[in-house]
Nanobody
């Protein structure tokens, strides 16, 4: 069992930055790939990015490439989503999720993830 708790959401002006944190407890954190997803109002949940368990590789959705970055601190069992140059269209509930080590090829699919956090609201004003 893995418990995930996101923090760091809030209201920010367009062009601003936020850092979301995802604190994990339970099984060995480094054994899990970590993904970030978001769900804009009235839309389906969408892939934002993911990072390998050892932090050696990342992948991002085209909509956030060059603006968002994912990192992790396995000693602290925490993953981060660094968001820069935020746009109003980034407004969404953001979720972190844990993916079993042998399923990284499925990391863009929400249904592949094993555990989810409760989500944190990010609102970008124009």
């Amino acid at each position: 069992q893995v418990q995930l708790v996101e923090t760091g959401g809030g209201l920010v002006q367009a062009g601003g930055s936020l850092r979301l944190s995802c604190a994990a407890s339970g099984r060995t954190f480094s054994a899990w790939h970590m993904g970030w997803f978001r769900q804009p109002p009235g839309k389906e949940r969408e892939f934002v990015g993911a990072i390998w368990g050892n932090g050696g590789s990342t992948n991002y959705a085209d909509s956030v490439k060059g603006r968002f970055a994912i990192s992790r601190d396995n000693a602290e069992s925490t993953a981060y989503l660094h968001m820069n140059s935020l746009k109003p269209e980034d407004t969404a509930v953001y979720y972190c999720a844990a993916l079993r080590w042998n399923k990284y090829d499925q990391h863009m699919r929400p249904g592949s993830y094993d555990y989810w956090g409760q989500g944190t609201q990010v609102t970008v004003s124009s």
